[in-house]
């Protein structure tokens, strides 16, 4: 069976802290994904990787960076988390031309 | 550029009507197509997909979508609807052959009325 997971299901972190999001995949998918979820706004992909140490500025990646040092894992990093990244977090993995599997997010509250 | 385009934020039925919610989407490519649900606090899980072979897809649950490329279509559908039904919906499209990324739409939260 599929897997993906993701570090925390609930997350409350204070304005200006770190903030590190992992996500593993067991299905030796190539491609994985990082994506925020707001009500009204549907999934907005933050930044996606092809492959162990490649990453890609998705559409909206501003105050946000990722590391892929092993091709099952895939962080999302908020270098100064700021109240307007509270949201839920998923993250999904592929292989190429199927669909995207997803964990189940993480939903950050940043005070 | 490829887009996607769900009509209605919020669709509310009957327990046993037909549910219908709908999805038009641009494409400059031919596409591929998907529906997701998203129950309450978990992530999202496939419905279906179309990937250019029949035009009428069948998925879990009883819900199906029919591609209509004249009409840049992709609407689901189930005939009953089932109270376990209320979740989120998500059509998307996926937007090359390399990555396999996607552009969602925004999402129609169904309700299902006893």
């Known amino acids: 069976d599929v897997k993906v997971t993701q570090s925390s299901r609930y997350l409350v972190k204070r304005t200006g802290e770190k903030v590190f999001l992992e996500c593993v995949q067991d299905?030796?998918?190539?491609?994985m994904f990082w994506y925020r979820q707001d009500p009204g706004l549907g999934l907005r992909l933050i930044y996606f990787?092809?492959?162990?140490?490649?990453?890609e500025k998705g559409d909206i990646p501003e105050g946000y960076s990722v590391s892929r040092e092993k091709k099952e894992r895939f962080s999302l990093i908020l270098e100064s988390a700021s109240t307007n990244q509270t949201s839920m977090y998923l993250c999904?993995?592929?292989?190429?031309?199927?669909?995207?599997?997803f964990g189940p997010g993480t939903r950050l509250t940043v005070l | 550029a490829q887009s996607v385009t769900q009509l209605g934020s919020h669709v509310s039925v009957s327990e046993g009507a037909l549910v219908l919610l709908r999805c038009n989407y641009s494409?400059?490519?031919?596409?591929?197509l998907f529906w997701y649900v998203q129950y309450p606090n978990q992530g999202l899980q496939l419905l279906l997909k179309?990937?250019?072979?029949?035009?009428l897809v069948k998925g879990i649950n009883g819900f199906e979508a029919e591609f209509k490329k004249s009409e840049t279509s992709f609407h689901l559908t189930k005939p009953s609807a089932h109270m376990s039904d209320a979740a989120e919906y998500f059509c998307?499209?996926?937007?090359?052959?390399?990555?396999?990324?996607?552009?969602f739409g925004q999402g129609t939260e169904l309700s299902v009325k006893p």
């Open positions: 990787s092809y492959d162990v140490k490649m990453k």
């Open positions: 998307a499209v996926k937007t090359d052959n390399q990555g396999g990324k996607l552009i």
């Open positions: 299905m030796d998918h190539e491609n």
């Open positions: 179309y990937t250019s072979a029949a035009t």
């Open positions: 494409s400059s490519v031919p596409p591929y």
């Open positions: 999904a993995s592929t292989t190429l031309g199927n669909e995207q599997f």
